[in-house]
C-alpha cells in the first residue's frame, strides 16, 4: 500500500471520528445510523480499512456532513514534497485532524513561537 494511500486513510477516518465525538455518538450510535456494522466503523476511523464510496455517503449521510467537509484541504502527495506548498498543505491537513478546540490551542501555540522568536 502507497504512503499517501494509508495517509488518506487516516484523515478521513480521522475526520469521521471527530464529527462522531462532537456528536457524543459512539461508533455504535453512527454504525446504526450509518446502517453499517461498528467493527467497520472503528476500523475506517483508524485507517485500518479504506472506505467505499457508497460506505463514506452512508457516513456522511448519518453525520450530516458534506463532502466537501469530509475532504476539505486534503492535497495529493507529489514528488515534490520539499517544496513550500507542500510544507504548508501538510500542517493544514494535520490541523484538520484536529478538533476545534485543539486548532485554537494550536493557533495560540504558533502565535506564542513567532512572538517568542521575534523577541530573539
Same mark, same amino acid.
Given at each position: 500500500?502507497? *504512503? ?5 486513510? #487516516? ?5 469521521? %471520528? ?13 454504525? &446504526? %445510523?450509518? *446502517? @453499517? #456494522?461498528?467493527? =467497520?466503523?472503528? %476500523? ?22 458534506? =463532502?466537501? &467537509?469530509?475532504?476539505? *484541504? ?14 504548508? #498543505? %501538510? ?19 504558533? *502565535?506564542? @513561537? ?7
Amino acid at each position: 500500500m502507497k *504512503d499517501r494511500e494509508i495517509r488518506l486513510r #487516516h484523515i478521513i477516518g480521522e475526520r469521521i %471520528k471527530n464529527e462522531r465525538k462532537q456528536k457524543g455518538w459512539t461508533q455504535e450510535r453512527l454504525a &446504526e %445510523k450509518a *446502517d @453499517m #456494522h461498528p467493527t =467497520y466503523v472503528g %476500523k475506517v476511523e483508524r485507517g485500518d480499512k479504506s472506505a467505499t464510496l457508497d460506505s463514506l455517503e452512508k457516513v456522511a449521510s448519518a453525520l450530516e456532513l458534506k =463532502y466537501v &467537509e469530509l475532504f476539505k *484541504d486534503i492535497q495529493p502527495v507529489t514528488g515534490t514534497d520539499e517544496d513550500k506548498n507542500s510544507v504548508l #498543505h %501538510k500542517i493544514i491537513n494535520k490541523l484538520n485532524l484536529l478538533s476545534l478546540e485543539d486548532q485554537k490551542a494550536a493557533l495560540e501555540l504558533f *502565535d506564542f @513561537m513567532f512572538k517568542w522568536k521575534k523577541k530573539k
